[in-house]
């Protein structure tokens, strides 16, 4: 089992970025993938996990701006980050969760990847 994300880099505030994540060793269909992102001296934060069935979960302080999916063809998660601000900034990362839901807090993993950095700065 492998997961990596990619797609970071420096935008403005304001500005968009997606991330993929690409899965190996399995299929992303049947297991719940998150998005995480830790930023120095803060706490780990679930950003955004979608479901096996497809049913999407979202941080609060993300809602709105951030969109996960799904490419079973390419066996990839996307994360669209719109409308960025300087407090998204930090390392995002995907993993398998065990189980998608409301509190984010409960998005326990395994498996995870290498994380992508996201700087959002004027």
């Known amino acids: 089992v492998q997961l990596q994300a990619s797609g970071g880099g420096l935008v403005r505030p304001g500005g968009s970025l997606r991330l993929s994540c690409a899965a190996s060793g399995f299929n992303v269909d049947y297991y719940g993938i998150g998005w995480f992102r830790q930023a120095p001296g803060k706490e780990r934060e679930g950003v955004s996990c979608?479901?096996?069935?497809?049913?999407?979960f979202y941080a609060d302080s993300v809602k709105g701006r951030f969109t996960v999916s799904r490419d079973s063809a390419e066996n990839k998660v996307y994360l669209q980050l719109n409308s960025l601000k300087p407090e998204d900034t930090a390392n995002y990362y995907c993993a398998r969760v065990l189980i998608c839901g409301s509190d984010n807090k409960n998005w326990s993993h395994r498996f995870r990847g290498q994380g992508t950095q996201v700087t959002v700065s004027s």
């Open positions: 979608i479901a096996s069935s497809g049913e999407t």
